[in-house]
């Protein structure tokens, strides 16, 4: 990375330690599949190029997809960087430094963890070319049954969140960005994770008690893609 702009994002590496990866390495079936499926989605719009997976892990989701092109990525936890670049992640330059270079920019379940989104946000667009895509996948939808009923998700967790974007807010964000939104989808009905019956159980537990009982949910989760149109 090396970069001035990311290192208040670097600070918060010790939120992410080693055994936070555990599970990230591409040993995960149900994320392996989760990916396969994100995958094929986001080439409908890019299929090849250069590619920026912000927050990228261990780089084991552009691994899972398996992105013809460049892979880069831009991770705060040196663990995982070192196992990203073996899977062929480049880690310079991060959008911070480059101009009209990436065909895609990729924010997986990332975006509510930084702490300056809408700044990660304005570099991607410096950073993509011209119709060029900015991708939002395993996002926090708080526009959602679940979260209104709860004011929490399962993947919504008070020490890791900054920002906690819905379905409104994010896309009006992204028009004032210089993007154009060309579809915003809800991954929850082809979702490995869903379960049918257990998740409306869990529903009904949490509509009648002062618990909360995790589990995945329609529009819970929101997965978003925009087309860069002006640069900003």
């Avoid at 994002?9 to 990230?24: D, H, I, K, M, V």
């Avoid at 270079?101 to 993509?128: M, W």
């Avoid at 210089?178 to 998740?199: K, N």
Wanted: proline letters at 7%; a neutral charge; charged letters at 20%.
């Amino acid at each position: 990375m090396g970069d001035d702009k990311y290192q208040v994002a670097r600070g918060q590496a010790e939120l992410y330690p080693p055994e936070y990866f555990s599970a990230r390495t591409g040993n995960d079936s149900r994320r392996q599949r989760q990916f396969a499926w994100e995958g094929a989605w986001l080439k409908t719009y890019c299929p090849t190029g250069r590619i920026m997976d912000v927050g990228c892990s261990t780089g084991e989701f552009l691994a899972a997809i398996e992105w013809p092109g460049e892979r880069y990525g831009m991770e705060i936890s040196e663990y995982a960087r070192t196992i990203a670049e073996t899977t062929g992640v480049q880690f310079h330059p991060s959008i911070f430094e480059a101009q009209s270079f990436f065909d895609c920019v990729v924010f997986r379940g990332t975006i509510q963890h930084i702490d300056e989104p809408f700044r990660f946000v304005k570099y991607a667009n410096r950073s993509l070319v011209e119709g060029g895509f900015i991708v939002f996948l395993a996002t926090p939808n708080t526009n959602a049954p679940l979260y209104r009923l709860k004011k929490r998700l399962p993947f919504t967790t008070p020490a890791l969140n900054f920002l906690l974007p819905d379905d409104i807010t994010l896309p009006n964000a992204l028009r004032n960005f210089g993007f154009l939104v060309r579809e915003i989808r809800y991954p929850y009905w082809d979702s490995p994770y869903r379960s049918l019956i257990s998740d409306h159980a869990k529903f009904m537990l949490n509509a009648l008690t002062p618990g909360f009982f995790p589990h995945a949910f329609w529009r819970s989760s929101m997965e978003i893609v925009a087309e860069k149109i002006r640069t900003v």
